[in-house]
Each structure stands twice: as structure tokens, then as C-alpha cells.
């Protein structure tokens, strides 16, 4: 059996709120071993270092998602330290900037965005990164903090993907790469992304991938998706399965600092 990196996902959501336990095992009896809980504000972080530690392969993220800049403040800041050092957290997190929605303000989520990689870099941890139309802010941030990171969700074309690779990042690439009307600039950007640098996520519940079929209940999706992600990531990248599977979770647990287990 292959043995799959989901690096996201999002256990906290309230779609998850009734089986989360059952979510996760269900996909690491297909395969999906590892997983990465996702933690995008101080609540969040809480429940995915409680999940990870129930859940023998997960380990959890700690960190805050631009949305919720707002709320970033000293207090914060010296919560997501201390919930950083436990034997969980593998990465400072999500954190980023957004532009898209705007539901905190620029000022705002370049404050809480450099706070982070602050705290990343005290602690001798990578970065799980976010960014929403904000390529050229997010970009002179990340060239001022240089560090380990992953781009996670990337759907951006071969210039942004270039960008990012020139800065030793790592790109994440969602069920998104399965969506015919959205994905072309992604498709290209596959064609300059080396499979070294190449990590798979599937951003669950959201983004279903399009092309599974049946589709799931409430269309929601979970990290029993991964391997259908892979599949259609194999054939687009002209990879054998178990290459790309293979070279996308050791760049995970390697990133991560996690063991085969």
C-alpha cells in the first residue's frame, strides 16, 4: 500500500464537528498515514494538537489565518508560543496574507503575517503559508524572512511557482489541480515545479476534487481524497504514481521533521 502526506487539514471545521475521529481513520486505512491538522487561529490550533495527539501519524500546525489578523495581539502572540512548544506543533501556521475577501485589513495581516515568521524563526520551525491574490506583498515579506516553508493550496501560474522555488519554498497543491474551470494557470505552473519541491494536500473539507466520482455526501471533502489527487497529479505530471507519492511524502515528513512511523 502507498503511503500518502496529506499536509492539510482542516479538523476544526464545523462539517467535521460529529466524526472527526472517524475522518481521520478512515483515510489512514487507505493509505493516507500522515496528516498534517491544520491550526488557523488559537482555537483551531488547540483542537489539532488535541486530534494529533490521539491520532498516531498527525501532527498539528499552530498559527493564524489573515482572515483573522484582526485578532492578533500581544496576548496572541504569547498564546501561539507557548501552544508552539509542544512535541505536536510541526510548523508556524497557517499564516499569510489574503486580499481576496479583505476580512482583515492589509495593515493588519502584514502585522500578524511577520509576527509569525518571528515566531517560526525563534523556534527553529518551518512555515505552513497562505496567500490570496497578495502575490507581490506576500512575496517581499517572505524575501525579508527567508526560512523553510510551503506555499500550501497553490494556484498561481509558472511566474508565481518560479518566484516561490527561487525562494526555497515548497508548494502544497489541492483537488483545485482537478477543477477544469479554474485550473489552467495551476496546469502550467505544474510544468517548472520539480517533484523535490512538490508536496499534496486536500484542503479538507473544501475543495472537493471535481473529478471524483461518486461524489461524496454534502460534497465535502476529506483526506480519504489524497490518493485521487495523486492519481490525477501523475498523469498531468508524467510521473509514475508511486514516484510521485513516494517524493511527495518524504519532502512532507522531511519538511515536518516527522518519522516513516
Same mark, same amino acid.
Given at each position: 500500500m502507498l503511503r500518502y502526506f496529506d499536509i492539510c487539514v482542516n479538523?476544526?471545521?464545523?462539517?467535521?464537528?460529529?466524526?472527526a475521529a472517524e475522518v481521520i481513520s478512515a483515510a489512514q486505512a487507505i493509505g493516507v498515514?500522515?496528516?498534517?491538522?491544520t491550526?488557523?487561529?488559537?482555537?483551531?490550533?488547540?483542537?489539532?494538537?488535541?486530534?494529533?495527539?490521539? &491520532?498516531?501519524?498527525?501532527?498539528?500546525?499552530? =498559527?493564524? &489565518?489573515p482572515h483573522d489578523a484582526k485578532n492578533y495581539s500581544v496576548e496572541a502572540k504569547n498564546t501561539l508560543y507557548e501552544l508552539s512548544e509542544d512535541t505536536k506543533v510541526r510548523a508556524i501556521g497557517e499564516c499569510g496574507l489574503d486580499y481576496n475577501r479583505m476580512y482583515s485589513t492589509k495593515e493588519d495581516q502584514i502585522i500578524c503575517f511577520e509576527g509569525q515568521l518571528e515566531l517560526a524563526k525563534r523556534r527553529s520551525l518551518p512555515v505552513f503559508l497562505h496567500e490570496r491574490d497578495a502575490h507581490l506583498d506576500f512575496l517581499d515579506i517572505i524575501r525579508q524572512h527567508p526560512g523553510k516553508g510551503v506555499v500550501h493550496c497553490f494556484t498561481g501560474g509558472p511566474s508565481q511557482a518560479k518566484a516561490y522555488?527561487?525562494?526555497?519554498?515548497?508548494?502544497?497543491?489541492?483537488g483545485w489541480v482537478c477543477d477544469e474551470r479554474r485550473n489552467q494557470d495551476l496546469?502550467?505552473?505544474?510544468?517548472?515545479i520539480p517533484l523535490e519541491r512538490?508536496?499534496?494536500?486536500?484542503?479538507?473539507?473544501?475543495?472537493?476534487?471535481?473529478?471524483?466520482?461518486?461524489?461524496p455526501k454534502k460534497n465535502r471533502n476529506t483526506p480519504a481524497l489524497l490518493p485521487h489527487i495523486a492519481e490525477f497529479l501523475s498523469i498531468r505530471m508524467r510521473t509514475p504514481l508511486e514516484e510521485?507519492? &513516494?517524493?511527495?511524502? !518524504?519532502?512532507?515528513?522531511?519538511?515536518? =521533521? !516527522?518519522s516513516p512511523e
Open positions: 479538523i476544526d471545521s464545523p462539517q467535521f464537528q460529529e466524526d498515514h500522515h496528516i498534517a491538522l491550526g488557523s487561529s488559537i482555537e483551531s490550533t488547540k483542537v489539532a494538537i488535541r486530534m494529533a495527539h490521539q &491520532h498516531k501519524g498527525c501532527i498539528a500546525t499552530c =498559527g493564524i &489565518h522555488l527561487d525562494c526555497g519554498l515548497f508548494i502544497g497543491v489541492t496546469l502550467e505552473a505544474l510544468k517548472v512538490l508536496m499534496i494536500e486536500t484542503d479538507a473539507p473544501w475543495l472537493t476534487p471535481r473529478t471524483y466520482r461518486p461524489r510521485l507519492v &513516494h517524493q511527495t511524502t !518524504q519532502n512532507a515528513l522531511s519538511f515536518f =521533521g !516527522q
